[in-house]
């Protein structure tokens, strides 16, 4: 009985979440670790800084993305065409070096007797932008979100984003851009909605 309780204590302990002081001291410990001294006039107050910023630049793991989308509306006086959102800023970290990932999200959707108000996509980006990703993960992310709330006939999501992980490190690539895309519903069956999306993305008109 004691051992089972003591590996039940063990999992309680691995699994809590650390506190701020215990987040400051891992930032300490990383700042011995580069050979710099954490006791320096500098750095005295960086970890504390340091955990501040974290709280801010991951607080999509705090925020609930069907919160965010909310309510959507009817009153679209019978628009069925492409609502695209282009062109939206967004930083997040890439999960295998937590370096920033900087890019644009354009996102598309073809509405079906329901819109979103648009804000709520450029929030939606932040939201999934807002934790350690892939690019590849947070596209396929945003897409499945409108998708299974909105329930449009079909989403489109391009990402375009510079890694600092092959800016600064590896093969220090500055300037070289990864894309990205994910399609659901009509953007994926039918290539001549796709191309429209493509081509407004890219500020063409596409043909009627």
């Given at each position: 009985m004691d051992a089972i309780v003591k590996t039940l204590t063990r999992k309680t302990d691995e699994d809590r979440?650390?506190?701020?002081?215990e987040a400051e001291e891992a930032v300490r410990t990383?700042?011995?670790f580069i050979g710099d001294d954490p006791e320096r006039e500098g750095l005295l107050d960086t970890p504390a800084r340091v955990v501040k910023a974290?709280?801010?630049?991951?607080?999509?793991?705090?925020?609930?993305?069907?919160?965010?989308?909310?309510?959507?509306?009817?009153?679209?006086?019978?628009?069925d065409d492409i609502v695209l959102?282009?062109?939206?800023?967004?930083?997040?970290?890439c999960e295998h070096h937590m370096v920033p990932i900087i890019g644009k999200a354009h996102v598309g959707y073809l509405p079906d007797g329901r819109v979103l108000g648009l804000s709520k996509i450029a929030r939606t980006v932040e939201v999934f932008a807002r934790r350690l990703?892939?690019?590849?993960?947070?596209?396929?992310?945003?897409?499945?979100?409108?998708?299974?709330?909105?329930?449009?006939?079909?989403?489109?999501?391009l990402i375009e984003a510079d890694h600092m992980c092959?800016?600064?490190?590896?093969?220090?690539?500055?300037?070289?851009?990864?894309l990205t895309s994910t399609f659901t519903g009509a953007?994926?069956?039918?290539?001549?909605e796709q191309a429209r999306f493509m081509s407004m993305v890219r500020g063409f008109n596409y043909p009627a």
């Open positions: 979440r650390p506190t701020v002081s990383l700042l011995r974290y709280g801010e630049l991951f607080s999509g793991y705090e925020a609930s993305v069907e919160d965010v989308l909310g309510r959507t509306f009817e009153e679209v006086a019978g628009y959102v282009r062109d939206i800023p967004f930083f997040s970290h990703q892939t690019q590849e993960s947070i596209t396929a992310q945003i897409a499945h979100a409108i998708d299974a709330h909105l329930k449009p006939k079909g989403v489109a999501v092959m800016a600064m490190r590896g093969v220090q690539k500055l300037g070289a851009s990864t953007f994926k069956t039918e290539p001549r």
